[in-house]
C-alpha cells in the first residue's frame, strides 16, 4: 500500500513540478515550455469521454437487466 501511495505521490509532484516551471517561464522566443499543455488537455479530454462512454453504457446495461426481472 505504502508503494501505491508513493507512487501516485511522485507522479503528481512530478506533474505539479513540470507545471510550474512552465507556468514561471517569461514570455519570449527562447522560453519553450518542458510539456506541450495543449496535447495534455487534448488527451485528458478524451480520455474522460470515453471513460464516461463506457460508464454509460455499463450503467445502463444494468438498468436495463433490472427492468427485465
Known sequence: MRF????????????????????????GADARPMVNWDVVDRSVHDLSETVREHWARLVGGARRVEKDI
Open 4 to 27: 501505491a501511495l508513493g507512487l501516485i505521490v511522485g507522479i503528481l509532484i512530478t506533474i505539479a513540478a513540470a507545471y510550474l516551471r512552465d507556468a514561471s517561464l517569461p514570455s
